[in-house]
């Protein structure tokens, strides 16, 4: 199976900060990755695909970039709305695994 | 709009049995491959398992082939999960998905609870 390795497991940042996580594969899945954001008590929203794609409807301050074994996740400007874990999840292979999660919390 | 609603959990005693439900709206269901994932108390994602629109093709977790059974109802717009075999680690809320490998849409999940 693969592992999928989130760095860091939580993060304090402030409403305008820009903010990265990292997500590592054990490894290559090319560019078979997703990130989603989930808020407690809630389902995961997806936010990006294939590594790099905005799902539509996603503010474009959330991006996405790398392939092969590490990714990241960066949010250009942090809002209120954005407190939240963070997962990522590869698709390359069965079966499909996700990252153990990033929580971002407000410093 | 897409809409994906689970029901059908509960509380089960170890060794038993249960059928998770998910009722889907919104878009053509026959032509999207479903999973379901699941997501035990303080814990993460897990993937449990995969099915295509025609219900040929069906995937799942190591941990979880044989004991459970992923099925879908193309006129009516269904998908299942029957669990069976149930084990305290099987305790967590259960989401169904429409899936193209990333998970696009989800349902607002379904608990099963484990206990004697």
């Known amino acids: 199976d693969i592992l999928m390795t989130q760095s860091p497991s939580t993060l304090s940042a402030s409403v305008g900060d820009r903010v990265t996580i990292t997500c590592r594969a054990s490894q290559n899945i090319n560019s078979w990755l997703a990130w989603y954001q989930q808020k407690p008590g809630k389902a995961p929203n997806l936010l990006i695909y294939k590594a790099s794609t905005l799902e539509s409807g996603v503010p474009s301050r959330f991006s996405g970039s790398g392939s092969g074994t590490e990714f990241t996740l960066t949010i250009s400007s942090l809002q209120p709305d954005d407190f939240a874990t963070y997962y990522c999840q590869h698709y390359n292979a069965y079966p499909y695994t996700f990252g153990q999660g990033t929580r971002l919390e407000i410093k | 709009e897409v809409q994906l609603v689970e029901s059908g959990g509960g509380l089960v005693q170890p060794g038993g049995s249960l059928r998770l439900s998910c009722v889907a709206s919104?878009?053509?269901?026959?032509?999207?491959?479903m999973s379901w994932v699941r997501q035990a108390p303080g814990t993460g994602l897990e993937w449990v398992a995969n099915i295509k629109g025609d219900g040929s093709k069906k995937f799942y977790l190591d941990s979880v082939r044989g004991r459970f059974t992923i099925s879908r109802d193309n006129d009516n717009n269904s998908l299942y999960l029957q669990i069976s075999s149930l084990r305290a680690e099987d305790s967590a809320v259960y989401f169904c998905?429409?899936?193209?490998?990333?998970?696009?849409?989800w349902g607002q999940g379904t608990t099963v609870t484990v206990s004697s």
């Open positions: 919104g878009f053509s269901f026959h032509t999207y491959w």
């Open positions: 998905a429409s899936t193209a490998g990333y998970l696009n849409s």
